[in-house]
Nanobody, 122 residues
């Protein structure tokens, strides 16, 4: 089993920045790729960004150039740096682990964090 704990969400004005963290524990040897998803109220959960164990990344078109995913393997932590935030970025953000990044497609794994809320005011 893998446990994921997200942190770093909050309320920010449009144009501001936040950094989300996702700390993994448990059977972390089973983790290669990890991803960040988001789910606005009443909408589906969509992929924002993904990263392999070797650092290869992939982003949704809506966040390219504004968000950066990174990981610190020594700390078993994945980060999502979010800059130039927009009101449409408002959502619950979830960390996912155990997936596969194949080409430009991330196939989600079985492990999810509890989510952290990001609210961007206009």
């Amino acid at each position: 089993q893998v446990q994921l704990v997200e942190s770093g969400g909050g309320l920010v004005q449009a144009g501001g920045s936040l950094r989300l963290s996702c700390a993994a524990s448990g059977s972390i040897f089973s983790i290669n790729a990890m991803g960040w998803y988001r789910q606005p109220p009443g909408k589906q959960r969509d992929l924002v960004a993904a990263i392999t164990g070797g650092g290869r990344t992939n982003y949704a078109d809506s966040v390219k150039g504004r968000f950066t995913i990174s990981r610190d393997n020594a700390k078993n932590t994945v980060y999502l740096q979010m800059n130039s935030l927009k009101p449409e970025d408002t959502a619950a953000y979830y960390c996912n682990a155990g997936g596969v990044l194949y080409g430009s497609s991330y196939y989600k794994g079985d492990y999810w964090g509890q989510g952290t809320q990001v609210t961007v005011s206009s």
